[in-house]
């Protein structure tokens, strides 16, 4: 056989093929977008006194809906208010009110559905219908029943959205824990002699901390825009003081003067994108498919 033919018999190399990462950046462009625009408004937030040219609850009817101008970037409000100085100063409430509300809720949560898990029987029996009993409700309804009936106020209303938010946070925890609570490693600590409660915080609950990141990170902007439904329909802050959702309610009738209510909306809105793109990227990254891809 020639050389030639013995070239021709030999099968032809399979192409390579090249598996391109997408880089960091291109990746997670919208979370690095989203963690852009809220340390925008966090830093807002904390330097108001600073950026603010009036102060936040400073009446001045003579100068009344005024449009925006280079005195008064954003307007001014029926009562003669700079709107600039009120939305920046609105983040401080918003703000701060979504992570009280979010973290606490998350932490009371995790450990009751991670304890209803991990005791099981009458435990998680009883836990489990309580949680179900909360969740039979609309959140946003049963927050204004409890606001309502406690009264309007920043406090109130946190602690009416506390009651409501923390079954979403014990479900995930329970069904986390119960996938967790069958691995080797907990036979081995069981073996090894360490106590329930050891088990539970030190070795499964560390393991369920990425979901939980999840969906605390999608959750805060979720609980802002809770919050500033609240206030706008008359149960969260007490006026005068500077709220998104009671700002936008100030101006919902003046149509001819749309910056009272566009700023502090837009304010809301952009809180809100930001908290859902940071969200979508923590997912992505701790997904190591993703991560692969």
Known sequence: MSDASAVSSVPAAAPAVVIRRKGFARRYALAVAG?????????????????????????????RLLPISTEHWFGTD????????????????????????????????????????????????????????????????????????????????????????????????????????????????????????????????????GPMMVLITLDLGYAILAFAGLSFLGLGVVPPTAEWGAMVAEGRELVEQWWVATFPGFAILTVVMGFNFLGDGVRDWLDPYARSS
């Open 35 to 63: 963690a852009g625009i809220l340390v925008f408004w966090m830093l807002a937030a904390v330097l108001a006194p600073l950026i603010t040219p009036y102060p936040p609850d400073a009446v001045d009817l003579p100068n």
């Open 78 to 209: 029926a009562l003669g208010r700079d709107v600039f100085t009120r939305v920046i100063f609105g983040a401080r409430i918003s703000l701060v009110v979504g992570f009280a509300v979010v973290m606490i809720a998350a932490t009371i949560g995790t450990i009751l559905g991670a304890c209803a898990a991990f005791a099981g029987r009458w435990v998680e029996e009883a836990l489990m219908r309580l949680t179900d009993l909360v969740l039979a409700f609309p959140p946003i309804i049963l927050a204004m029943a409890i606001a309502a009936a406690m009264g309007i106020g920043v406090v109130n209303t946190a602690i009416a959205m506390l009651i409501v938010w923390w079954p979403k946070f014990a479900r995930l925890s329970r069904s986390l824990v119960l996938v967790e609570r069958s691995r080797d490693y907990v036979d081995a600590a069981r073996a090894s002699g360490f106590g329930p409660a050891y088990i539970l915080f030190r070795q499964i609950l560390p393991n369920t901390l």
